[in-house]
């Protein structure tokens, strides 16, 4: 009889278990006006059939969490889509709501809107999750007005277009809140392809970019629908021709397609019985071939698994991160000169950079190329038949594998030590190899192991913590309803604040008109408004930016682009004030104000620190030009907008007149956006569509100034007239320095630079900003460079601080 009332009470033992275990699924579809918020951990939507779930989730053990969808019923809870990859939300008070007016909108603790849709309709009655994984917004007609598939992520679900308005980017690492370098995309060729975007180089690694003709590969360039897809059964098909079929194919597995951050493209395959995945397909085979794995100057060698090591003469440039890889441990300038020599590296070659390709040509005329040419680091000699010969001006993407039929030679000094010249020691360190599997924040490689032994043990591991947590969890809860205040604990908004990107709180006016004594001491005044220095209640010097009243649209567009990037080139923003007419900004405060009191008025600025602040301007725009989620244009650069902090690094500041545009899209029209006469380039006159060279002209401009030590910038241009360079400073400085370089006098550089540094300075750093100053400022915005090469010209001259006295 015992054993009977055993019988039916397991069954009731099990149900309870689960139904304590799990969380109740209470919520399939958000209505018009409804809403859930992160501490509501049992209302999702969930797919008709549970195998997606759209909710929050939580950023590692902290009280952050994203808004996305996942996989059910995986394992490490898969996410295939979340709706701002670089904001997290407080897990106190923060929710999703699908307001009355159609929009679905994601609010932060404080009611901030983090993330919405771009829907206003009032015909929108619900969201849903569909079976396929997608988001949508429908009407009461079942009609989808809005979708999630519509901005993928790093994934991609069988039956989801991927057009050419879209980019695959890899998901957040550990401890940081940008997302990857590496994205796959449809070039302008209408190619599929995948691209290292880093904050130095870039370059395109997927098709391998040895392959000149994609026809060879079953590609064309003809198609110019540009769209892909892969199907249920796992079939992928594409408008470039490339098509393949996953491992496994077949009906009845979930499937997705990740750009991992390792920089690869792979398909994995779920077993539903262990939640685990699986590699069904990979674009890349051996990990090398990824450009970017290893940073600059490092050698990729492919065994079991990458490996970065540094050449001869070069160390790694941080002892636990290989994707900024190695540094040389002698000055450039020593490079220059006749007295280098050469250390071969059999095997391995550096892809791309190509200052000559020359073949046929024998080793030694090779040689004496790159021996004559003072931007040569190094030559690659491939002795395939008469050989070819590749001097480098920039070592990146080194790779070695044992088929290479050639080596590199690199060029060092002549008095280098044989130890430091010896041969490449292979063996790898502890460090991590560009940005591995292993630091993905969600999905590390152990969900693809499983130990059968350790599962018989964890049902009973789960079972026992599930009794006592929900033990703790009842006794939590009551003491939290007696003596909670009902408050957010300042632990967890510490907490919160650490992971947070934006770290920026609302002020109330009376909070600010106090830390600024009724805005008495006036830091500056510009377009937009004037400029207080306050001191907050907790300590903290700050910059109060009031608004002028004209200006309060341009509020919102400083407030979302500041508080969401964090460079330590950008003026950090700490906060913000919206009440009634009173719009104000609030930033770190900058000691020692802005570059033009330090170029044009009694504070001189040495040579080391003038090259420096040129330096830094340029990787804070290089970062907003390329490393941002959204692009961003500043439009405003010049001299009063660069600020210097206490050990004079530049910080640039004043983005209220900044614009983003899609990373990917097409260029817009901004035809509100009004940046400083005088730094203003040829476009802005001709009506011409604003892109990122705008800021490149002003940058070019800046740096010939902070050559010359005075303004340059006095050119004004009237609407429908862009004649008057003729007659600027700027022209007139621009073609004197043409002349001098092409008269060929050895003292003309000197003449340039401001007499007040009496001739301590860098020629060499001297030339190499004179000559980038000049490509800026082209009339021809395509002749202008980028701000990423523009770094990564400064960065090979960087070590050159011997200064001539």
Known sequence: MKSLKLCYLFPVLVLSFLVLSFPLITARILLRGDSFSVKDESDFIVSPENTFTCGFYPLGSTNAYYLGIWFTNSRDKTVVWNAKQDRPVNR???????????????????????????????????????????????????DILWQSFDLPTDTLLPHQIFTKNHRLVPPLRKGSLSPGYFSLYFDSDNVLRMIYDGP?????????????????????????????????VGRFFSSDGLQFNVSDTGFGILRRMTIDTDGNLRIYSLDNSTGLWKISWQAVAQACIVHGICGRF???????????TCPPGYQMFHPSDWSRGCRPTFSSKSLESKHVKFVEIPNVDYWGFDLNATGPLSLKSCRALCLDDSRCRAFVYRRNGEGSCYTKGILFNGHRYPGFPGSVFLKVPMNMSASESGLLVLEGTDAKCGLSPENVLFGSPSMYVLDFKKVKWIYLYLFCSTLGGIEILFFVLG????????????????GYKMVSSTQFRRFTYTELKKATKNFKVELGRGGSGAVYKGVLADGRAVA??????????????????????NHMNLVRMWGFCSEGRHQLLVYEYIENSSLDRHLFKAELLGWEQRFAVALGTAKGLAYLHHECLEWVIHCDVKPE??????????????????????????????????????????????????????DVYAFGIVILEMIKGKRLSSWVVDDGDC????????????????RKIQSGEDSWVEKIVDPRLQGKLSKNQAVTLIEIGLSCVEQDRNKRPTMASVVQTLLDCEDETTLKT
Not at 298 to 308: A, D, G, L, M, N
């Open 298 to 308: 490092s050698i990729c060698t492919y065994t079991t698994e990458p490996k970065c």
């Open 641 to 694: 907008n660069i600020l210097l902090d206490g050990e004079l690094e530049p910080k640039i500041a004043d983005f209220g007149l900044a614009k983003l545009s899609q990373r990917g899209g097409p260029g817009s029209d901004f035809t509100k956006i009004r940046g400083t006469k005088g730094y203003m380039a040829p476009e802005w006159a001709l009506n011409q569509p604003i892109t990122a060279k705008v």
């Open 544 to 565: 109060v930016k009031k608004l002028a009243n004209e200006f309060q649209e341009e509020f919102w567009a400083e407030m979302t682009t500041i508080g969401r990037i």
């Open 723 to 738: 004649d008057h360079e003729q007659d600027s400073q700027l022209g007139k400085f621009v073609r004197m320095v043409k």
């Open 479 to 494: 003491w939290w309803a007696l003596f909670s205040k009902h408050g957010i604990p300042a632990s967890i908004e510490d």
């Open 92 to 142: 106190q008070g923060s929710k999703l709501t699908l307001r009355k007016n159609g929009a679905l909108v994601l609010t932060d603790v404080d009611d901030t809107i983090v993330w919405q849709t771009n829907t206003t309709s009032f015909d929108i009655a619900r969201a849903e999750v569909l079976e396929t994984g997608n988001l949508v917004l429908k009407n009461p007609q079942g």
């Open 200 to 232: 130095q180089v870039s370059s395109k690694y997927w098709p391998s970019p040895d392959i000149t003709d994609v026809y060879t590969i079953g590609r064309t360039t003809q198609n110019s629908s540009r769209l892909a897809y892969f199907d249920r």
